[in-house]
């Protein structure tokens, strides 16, 4: 017996030692601030409270295990990967449930988000392609990475699921980008896009089109599209410079303020803790970023440091469309700030990439291109 749980504990012990502490330490802050938003915020506070718990559970054993997976394992499964995410997108279209989009697919015990699996997959494949290649990226290279990128991002959009079809959209740029991508085609790029979203704009939904322009002028609709984003100013504000307190934002407890869990869950943290807290959460944001991106340079073969540095700057790119949302300098895509809002898929599949940032770092002395 006493052989048997020695044993266990050097198992646990070789499981730990893949885990970047100071980033895990971060990251456990995030939760913990997360579950003090929720149990405040929401309308049943100790189901939302178990239940953003158990996922956080279940998104660190997926942390875990990935950490202690081989970055040439995980290539090697890569292809697979996004094989098996990118075929889950056409069942949300036949079997996807949501209220103004058909995101998630209900498997009875949880309802699982394709779109939110893709912002790993993608990423992953991207790097396992470039890895192949030779770098900085050729025209030919350039066109079979818009495939691996444009079709995934197509199938979100069409959901419709802007905010997550962005995401995975600036993945696939940052993986160009760390790649080596010439600044020529880095401008021409930047052109396209520009020709291009005067002609995006005619196929955006009704009430994406909306939201653009209450954007321009929340004013013009203060009791319709307009509404959320004002409110959520009026949160800000009136948190000040320490706060009103914990459990006391007046926006969520009188329901002026919608999705006080998910997307605008930053809101009430700002309205409760104030300035100063929303300064110890961006420093714990930019802490998290500046480790993975400097355990992305520590990696030794181009698959690892592609994917590590896609996925930190993805991370950034989360941060700063939610804080611009909730702050009226973006417009309302739907994206929750990370590990602070409420969700499933989410906040698991946010974890299980700081798993692979971790096992990119963990074994950059094996591993070579």
Known sequence: MI?????????????LSRVDVPL???????????????????????????????????????????????PATLRSWTPWIY????????????????????????????????????????PMMLAWYLHRETLPPSWKTLAVSAVIVGLPVLLIVKQ????????????????????????????????????????????????????????????SAPQGAGWNIIQSKIAIGSGGFSGKGWGESTQAALDFLPEHTTDFAFSVFSEEWGWL????????????????????????????????????????????????MVAGFLPVVGVPMPLISYGGTSAVSLLAGFGLIMSAFAHRKYMGD
């Open 83 to 122: 094989a098996g995410t990118l075929s889950l997108m056409p069942l949300v279209f036949i079997f996807g449930s949501g209220r103004s989009a058909n995101l998630w697919l209900d498997l009875g015990v949880f309802y699982l988000q394709p779109g939110e699996l893709l912002k790993l997959s993608v």
């Open 160 to 219: 419709p699921d802007f905010g997550t079809g962005m995401l995975v959209a600036a993945s696939g740029g940052f993986a160009l980008f760390l790649a080596g991508l010439q600044w020529r085609r880095i401008l021409a790029a930047i052109g396209m896009a520009a020709v291009a979203v005067p002609i995006g704009y005619q196929f955006l939904m009704p009430y994406q089109k909306d939201r653009i322009m209450v954007f321009l002028n929340p004013e």
């Open 3 to 15: 052989e048997l749980l020695a044993g266990f504990r050097d198992f646990i012990a070789r499981l």
């Open 277 to 324: 807290g929303v300064l110890v959460v961006m420093g714990l944001y930019f802490f998290v970023i500046a480790r993975c991106l400097w355990m992305a340079m520590q990696s030794k073969d181009t698959y690892s440091r592609l994917l590590a540095g896609t996925l930190a700057l993805t991370f950034f790119i989360y941060i700063v469309v939610n804080g611009g």
């Open 24 to 70: 895990m330490a971060a990251l456990t802050a995030l939760m913990t601030v997360s579950l003090l938003v929720q149990s405040s915020a929401g309308d049943d506070a100790l189901h939302a409270v178990l239940a953003q718990g158990a996922r956080f559970l279940i998104g660190s054993a997926a942390l875990l295990l990935l950490a202690n997976t081989t």
